[in-house]
């Protein structure tokens, strides 16, 4: 342990404990960034109007289960193209931390019935919606960039991460893919996973097949660790096919991350637990070895939370003490650092 490390536990150990909790919940070594709490960007569902738009909640200090609305619970943003909704929304810090992006599915579902969900997958937006920002607080109008191919007929839940190795990002969705030939889309054909890389969410490199098991995956999510990316994916087979893990999900590893051979790690993630899963979000604990997934429950309790110590073990604990904000759907949760969350705050209180 460095002398300076050791200078700073028994600092904190000195201190009473309302400053102990305040200035040493977390000893990081020198050059670390000192996250001091977490935002959460997510959508409000499609059963309000205003429900597909943009929302922010913040977590209580550096507690990932319990968090508090901002902005009154009303959107922080809102779509004015494409179709005017948005859904399932990502955030990236690019690299240096001088900007964030926000991605997500150009789609409003409200007002339409379900069988609308067949149509918007056949003929669907070919272009996610972005947002750019240097403070969290102020952001660009929103605009359009086509991502997927022109034989896509969606593209659905859009994230990206840094791929240093590229020295780009990378950005991944799910799309169903139709022949040249099959105008009315009426083929038989299901979700994979692209990816295309961007240096500035603007120009995008040609889509290319990232994830295809041979039957519909989609709303996949990954963290980086230890040299390691992590996919979770949701298997989106229906569980009238036979398929014990479908509409759950599945945990893959690799040490590249456009590679098209992820290990398998583990599948039927929540089951038990919870009902049929999708939308799943990851993210490490600013205070210690543990990392967070959460599961979106649809149709019933929505997000809920489980939590490991080990992301290569495939085993994750559902959490029971937590507190979500609303009825937070497909979102995603950044590590924030106490001056962007005290400017959150005195933006949206």
């Given at each position: 342990m460095s002398q300076l490390l050791s200078r700073l536990l028994l600092a904190c150990i000195a201190l009473p404990v309302a400053?102990?909790?305040?200035?040493c919940a977390t000893v990081e070594p020198p050059g670390a960034p000192r996250y001091a709490g977490y935002l959460f960007v997510y959508f409000g569902g499609d059963s309000t109007a205003d429900g597909e738009q943009i929302r922010y909640a913040l977590s209580v200090g550096n507690d990932p289960l319990h968090?508090?609305?901002l902005n009154g619970g009303r959107p922080v943003l809102t779509s004015t193209v494409g179709?005017?909704?948005v859904r399932d929304p990502y955030i990236v810090r690019a690299p240096g931390g001088g900007k964030f992006y926000i991605i997500a599915t150009d789609l409003r579902m409200a007002g339409r019935d379900m069988g609308q969900w067949w149509v918007v997958q056949r003929q669907g937006s070919l272009s996610i919606v972005v947002w750019e920002s240097a403070d969290l607080v102020h952001w660009s109008a929103p605009r359009?960039?086509?991502?997927?191919?022109?034989e896509a007929g969606n593209t659905w839940a859009p994230e990206a991460a840094w791929d240093p190795l590229l020295g780009k990002f990378v950005v991944f969705w799910a799309s169903r893919l139709y022949g040249p030939g099959d105008k009315d889309r009426q083929q038989l054909t299901h979700n994979r996973m692209l990816y295309a890389t961007t240096d500035d969410f603007r120009s995008f490199s040609e889509p290319r097949v990232w994830h295809d098991p041979g039957h519909s995956v989609i709303d996949a999510t990954v963290i980086e660790h230890a040299g390691r990316y992590y996919r979770f994916t949701k298997d989106d087979r229906e569980p009238r096919d036979g398929t014990p893990c479908a509409k759950s999900i599945t945990a893959q590893r690799s040490s590249s991350l456009t590679s098209t051979h992820y290990e398998f790690i583990a599948d039927c993630i929540g089951r038990g637990a919870i009902g049929d899963g999708e939308g799943p979000?990851?993210?490490k604990s600013n205070t210690g070895e543990k990392w967070y997934l959460f599961i979106d429950e649809y149709g019933k309790r929505g997000y809920v939370p489980f939590e490991t110590t080990d992301l290569d073990s495939g085993r994750w604990t559902p959490v029971k003490d937590y507190r979500m904000p609303g009825q937070p759907r497909h979102g995603v949760v950044l590590p924030v650092?106490?001056?962007?969350?005290e400017r959150l705050l005195a933006a949206y209180p």
């Open positions: 400053a102990l909790m305040a200035s968090w508090r609305e179709e005017k909704g359009l960039a086509q991502v997927a191919p022109e979000l990851v993210f650092t106490q001056q962007e969350a």
